[in-house]
């Protein structure tokens, strides 16, 4: 069992930065951030696995990072240049599965936990 605990979105200008938490109860092989808008299928942003690797999408890629402090069982997502686009809930997930995310972090349907989300909005 896991039980994930999302923070820190919040409501910010483009061109600004957040970071996002989550915190992880339980044992996870890969995590990852998700995120939606209203009407529109749940997309990957960003993915870890337990040996490091990390996986970006291509709207992630040179703006967010993924990591992991395993010492506070915490993820993060550090977001930079923050974009209207970006405009979203936010959620964390994990797979309890071996898994890996070197070739991609996979879709929405192959992770089994959630978090409940947090907001995040970026005006122009």
């Known amino acids: 069992q896991v039980k994930l605990v999302e923070s820190g979105g919040d409501s910010v200008q483009a061109g600004g930065s957040l970071t996002l938490s989550c915190v992880v109860s339980?044992?996870?092989?890969?995590m990852a951030w998700f995120r939606q808008v209203p009407g529109k299928e749940r997309e990957g942003v960003a993915g870890?696995?337990?040996?490091?690797?990390?996986h970006y999408a291509y709207a992630a890629k040179g703006r967010f990072t993924i990591s992991q402090d395993k010492a506070k069982n915490t993820l993060y997502l550090q977001m930079n240049s923050l974009k209207p686009e970006d405009t979203a809930m936010y959620y964390c997930?994990?797979?309890?599965?071996?898994?890996?995310?070197?070739?991609?972090?996979?879709?929405?349907?192959?992770?089994?936990?959630w978090g409940q989300g947090t907001q995040v909005t970026v005006s122009s």
């Open positions: 339980g044992h996870a092989y890969c």
């Open positions: 997930a994990a797979l309890d599965l071996s898994c890996t995310v070197s070739s991609g972090m996979g879709g929405a349907n192959e992770y089994n936990y």
């Open positions: 870890i696995d337990s040996d490091g690797n990390t």
